[in-house]
Each structure stands twice: as structure tokens, then as C-alpha cells.
């Protein structure tokens, strides 16, 4: 009896979700079907009531925007009718069953890359059969621009926003982009350019991809709980946005444009050790702290793992993550973890290559060694520098740079600076508390009669920044 087996089949489904979140998919399914709590649902007759595509996209009418992209709402109503029940392909105008809506919830928010690979390239595209590259890339892009979307709409971006940085338009391709360098072919190969946009893609290329580039389904999650609005608030439910984007301090009220967009926070966030995803703290901006080495090294050293990010003056943006706090001394200093990396033209990580140890360098006032910030490749051919003349640098990688594999990062090998940021991120560790109290005026009496001297005083004692306190930044 075919209405048997699919019966169990819809219970194997349902039996995934705990009470709590069985009845808020039951909630949501009843809002989008136009009935809730009815007599029907008591005489066992739910399962009759139906969703269709006029409802999914009605759902932005019952806010003041919309939670989801129209394409996107789109894709899911596409994934959802992509849920066999009868043996017999479905019409496209007809609604969604419950046990199609239950099935593509288990499938997306509980399976594994196996479950979710027919949803997903229905998604991609509505006809049977392979899809080709530049469809995958649509259908990513769809996909990120839904998840900023949302989150900012959930306010779910924890002190970020459209306004404090750069536009997310080039970050959503670059980010999807880089996700699609990930296909793999079945000799191995990695098709890149033109040649991956009209290349064709059977399911399992897509399923390998999706197994092996985990963002596929955080993002598509993200947009199904918040989205939809089903599943998001139950405690072990939110973790898988937990560290998608950092809490952002030190950027509140201060009219900073960051150099990072949304995308490539959430991207570059996600290679950052697990213990130092929760939280990034701005400790240094070009645009507010002005164009010193000095003040550089004043704010930076000690703080704790941090993100540098620059911008050269041809508009190229990369910078790299440094495992452990900054000290000037001529030695390298660092650890496995660090990385470099680029987010515009395109958006990369390169991790350490074994070749060597030379993770990252700071060294300022000496005679004999290099004055600057460095990271890979070694003294005066890093793959990442900036001189202590500050405003002047260089990204050597002929054709790689030893330590990250990384390719030249900016447009000329020797820039011109136009910006740069440096973000703590994680916790600040324990000793930097104490030193932070204390100004580097305190510490170098020095420097502190100098400006007395020149009459400088008071203004200097106004440059010492408040210890920002962990309040919420939302």
C-alpha cells in the first residue's frame, strides 16, 4: 500500500525532531497553509492542507520587509516540490504538502550531503539532469546575498551593519566565487574561469562539493531557520550561527568604514581557531588613529591573536591573521596557525606551507635589521609588509611566497598604503588587561617629557582611549 510506506517514510522524518520542534514546524506550516489550530487539524485531516509559492512569497507582506530574497524564496519552493512522495514527478504550480515541507526540513536542517544533493541541485535548477557551472555560481550568490539578508534583517549581525562596512555587492561574488574554486572534478582536477561557468556538473560532483565545503549547508540552514522563521530560537538550534559572525567591538560611533564587507568576515572568520570566532575587537584604524608606525605598534603590541587588513592605492585588499600577540624584537615569532590572505580583487586564504617558520615579524627602531610588520617569506622579500617609514610596503611571491603559498597580494609589489585596520580577535588575554590601563605615555617617560617640552601635554593625555567595556554593540 503506497500510502503506507509513505506514511513511515514522513514518520522516519518527523521522528528526527524533538516535541518542541516538531510543533514549531507544525506552527509554521499552519501560518503558510492559512490555517491554524482548525477543527481539521483535530480530526487527523492536517496533512490535507497544503502551501503554495503565492504564500512563501506573501510572507514578506505580513512584515515590513522582506525576511528573504524573492529568488531565494524561489529556490525553496523549488527544493520543497523536489520531495517525491507519489513515485510520479510533480507540476510546478502545485502546492507543498506537509509531508514535502516536513521531509525538506529533515533533509536540509538534519542529513547529511547525501539527503540534502537532490534539494540542492533542484534548487540550483528546476530541469532534471546535470548543471552547469555558472548556475552553481548563481545559485551561491543567491544563497550568500540571502544570508547577509537575513541576518541583518533577524539582527543577527552582532554590532556590523551596511553602514559601518564596505558594500557586500563585490564580497557576495568573491565569496562565491572562492566556494566554487572548491568543485572538484572526478580525476581530481579543479576547472577555473570561463571553462567552470559553461562546464556541465552531474549530482555527484555537486553532493562531493557540498560534503566538502561545509558553508553550502551552514548558509543554507541560516536561511531556512531565519528565513522561515522555524527552529531558530530553540537553544541547541542557533549554534551553527553562534560563530558565523563575529560580536563587533570598537567601531561603534566612530563613522568607520571598515575594509572588510560582510562576506568576507563571515569567510575569514571561519579559518580563525574555534576559541577566537566569538569576537572581534578593532584596535587600530589608519582612518583614526592616523598614519604612524609608531602608533601602530602602540596599539597593537600585546593585545592578543589579531586580523591586519590593508588597502593599497591601486584598491587591493588582503592582510593577514596573526596567532599571537605582536612584540617588537628582530626574530619571527608566531605559530602554525597564522595565515595570509586576500579579499578584493578575490577572496582567499593561504595557510602555512611547512616550508619554513617565518609566520610573522615586528621589529622597530633598530640599526641593523628590517623596521616593519612582515609576514611569510623572509626579511626583505615577505609575502606580507609594511615598513616602519609607514605608508610604504610590499608582497613578494615570485611565484609564491615561501611560508603561506600565497601569490603577490597587492597590485604592485611595491605599494603605496591607503588603509589599514587591525582587529584583536577572541578574548583579551590577561596580561594586555593590566597594560592597558596604562598608557604608552606612562610607560616611556620619555616620550612623555618630549611632548611636555613641545607643549603637548594635554592634548596627548585626550589620545588615551577609553578600555572599552563588553557591552552589547547591537
Known amino acids: 500500500n503506497m500510502g503506507n510506506a509513505e506514511s513511515n517514510a514522513y514518520r522516519n522524518h518527523l521522528s528526527r525532531f524533538l516535541p518542541e520542534e516538531q510543533s514549531d514546524i507544525d506552527g509554521v506550516f499552519d501560518t503558510l497553509s492559512g490555517s491554524s489550530g482548525s477543527a481539521a487539524a483535530k480530526n487527523g485531516k492536517a496533512t490535507k ?4 509559492l503565492e504564500a512563501l512569497q506573501a510572507r514578506k507582506f505580513a512584515y515590513m520587509r522582506e525576511p528573504l530574497p524573492e529568488q531565494m524564496t524561489i529556490r525553496l ?20 504538502a506537509k509531508e514535502q515541507f516536513v521531509i525538506f526540513m529533515s533533509n536540509l536542517l538534519k ?5 540534502k544533493i537532490t534539494i540542492i541541485m533542484r534548487m540550483i535548477s528546476t530541469t532534471e539532469g546535470p548543471v552547469k557551472g555558472k548556475q552553481i555560481q548563481e545559485f551561491t550568490e543567491d544563497l550568500i546575498t540571502s544570508v547577509v539578508h ?6 543577527e549581525l552582532k554590532g ?9 555587492a563585490s564580497g557576495i561574488k568573491a565569496l562565491a566565487s572562492q566556494l566554487l574554486s572548491e568543485l572538484k572534478l572526478a580525476d581530481g582536477a579543479k576547472p577555473v574561469g570561463p571553462q567552470l561557468m559553461e562546464m556541465n556538473f552531474d549530482q555527484s560532483i555537486v553532493e562531493d562539493w557540498v560534503y566538502r565545503v561545509p558553508q553550502i549547508s551552514a548558509f543554507l540552514s541560516v536561511v531556512i531557520r531565519q528565513g522561515l522563521h522555524v527552529l531558530h530560537s530553540l537553544p541547541d538550534q542557533a549554534k551553527d550561527i553562534v560563530n558565523l559572525v563575529p560580536g563587533c567591538k570598537g567601531i561603534k560611533g566612530r563613522g568607520l568604514v571598515s575594509l572588510f564587507d560582510i562576506p568576507s568576515i563571515i569567510y575569514i572568520n571561519s579559518h580563525l581557531p574555534a576559541e577566537l570566532q566569538h569576537k572581534w575587537r578593532l584596535l587600530f584604524s589608519s582612518r583614526i588613529h592616523g598614519e604612524s608606525f ?5 596599539h597593537i603590541v600585546n593585545k592578543g591573536p589579531c586580523i591586519v587588513i590593508l588597502k593599497d592605492l591601486d584598491g587591493c585588499i588582503f592582510g593577514g591573521f596573526a596567532s599571537h600577540s605582536w612584540e617588537v624584537k628582530p626574530q619571527f615569532q608566531g605559530d602554525n596557525r597564522c595565515f595570509l590572505f586576500s579579499v578584493f580583487p578575490s577572496l582567499a586564504v593561504y595557510t602555512y606551507t611547512g616550508y619554513n617558520d617565518h609566520y610573522m615579524y615586528l621589529n622597530h627602531g633598530q640599526q641593523t635589521m628590517p623596521n616593519g610588520l612582515g609576514m611569510g617569506g623572509q626579511q626583505d622579500y615577505f609575502g606580507l609588509w609594511i615598513d616602519s617609514d609607514y605608508g610604504k610596503g610590499h608582497s613578494k611571491a615570485k611565484p609564491r611566497c615561501t611560508t603561506y603559498n600565497s601569490p603577490q597580494l597587492s597590485a604592485k609589489e611595491n605599494f603605496t598604503l591607503d588603509a589599514m585596520e587591525v582587529w584583536a580577535v577572541g578574548d583579551l588575554p590577561e596580561s594586555a588587561e593590566t597594560k592597558g590601563k596604562k598608557s ?8 612623555q617629557a618630549l611632548l611636555e617640552m613641545t607643549g603637548k601635554s594635554r592634548q596627548s593625555e585626550g589620545l588615551r582611549e577609553p578600555i572599552e567595556d563588553d557591552d552589547d554593540d547591537n
Open 440 to 447: 604608552i605615555l606612562d610607560a616611556d617617560p620619555e616620550a
Open 160 to 168: 556590523w551593519n551596511f553602514e559601518n562596512t564596505r558594500d557586500s
Open 294 to 298: 609608531s602608533q601602530l605598534c602602540g
Open 77 to 96: 519552493y523549488n527544493g520543497m516540490k523536489s520531495i517525491d512522495l507519489t513515485g510520479k514527478s510533480s507540476g510546478l504550480s502545485e502546492p507543498i
Open 111 to 115: 542529513g547529511n550531503a547525501d539527503e
Open 150 to 155: 537575513v541576518l541583518s534583517y533577524r539582527k
Open 49 to 52: 492542507k497544503t502551501v503554495t
